[in-house]
């Protein structure tokens, strides 16, 4: 803006000079100020652009990976279908051991006067049932019973068979803790008690 005065010109037209000039000096201003924030705008735009892109890649890659993760998913439900039956087989195995491991110790310690009726697996033990001539017979059936390699058999229950002691017979319970057959890494599930019959 110049600051002489230009005696040539009549008061209208310099006035209209200056004032023509403090507007070109405010649109430079303007677009001095403008222009930083048409940047920006410029930058966020092409910013925004180029994440549509991105998100419209990612889109189609993920349509793309969608019969891959279906698979992954019904695997690894067959996965775990199959884990339970390893599981369940595992649980059986175990089962089987120690009802073998029980048979082997009763016919070690079968004797003529304590006879066996029924051998029932339980959660945490087992139980032997039958009955004997005389409570002497019982208890050495138990003993038989420890050497035989059954551990801890305890009597849980005994009584006469008959109204007296002259019927000469005593039906007994002797019981067994077992191990837990499932291993401590899965998970228990409800065991469904075994039962073997032996002949009077």
């Known amino acids: 803006m110049r ?45 925004t652009t180029g994440i549509e892109r991105a998100n419209r890649l990612l889109a189609s890659e993920l349509q793309a990976l969608q019969p891959q993760l279906a ?29 073998a491991r029980l048979l082997r110790a009763t016919a070690r310690a079968s004797s003529p006067h304590a006879r066996l009726q029924r051998i029932a697996l339980q959660t945490q033990r087992a139980e032997l049932r039958g009955h004997a001539n005389l409570p002497a017979e019982v208890q050495a059936f138990t003993e038989a019973l420890l050497h035989a390699g059954l551990d801890n058999v305890s009597l849980q229950d005994m009584r006469m068979a008959g109204k007296n002691a ?32 032996a002949k009077p």
Do not use: K
């Not at 698979?71 to 120690?98: F, G, H, K, V, W």
């Not at 002259?166 to 899965?186: K, Q, V, W």
């Open 71 to 99: 698979s992954t998913a019904e695997a690894r439900l067959r996965i775990a279908a199959a884990q339970t039956r390893l599981q369940a087989l595992e649980q059986l195995a175990a089962r089987r051991r120690q009802a």
């Open 166 to 197: 002259a019927d000469g017979r005593y039906e007994f319970t002797l019981s067994a803790p077992l191990p837990s057959p499932i291993p401590s890494t899965s998970t228990a599930s409800a065991p469904t008690p075994v039962s073997a019959t």
């Open 3 to 47: 600051t002489g005065f230009d005696f040539c010109r009549p008061p209208e037209q310099r006035r209209r000079a200056r004032e023509l000039s403090f507007y070109r000096w405010l649109a430079c201003a303007a677009l001095l100020g403008v222009m930083p924030v048409l940047a920006l705008a410029w930058r966020i735009d092409s910013h």
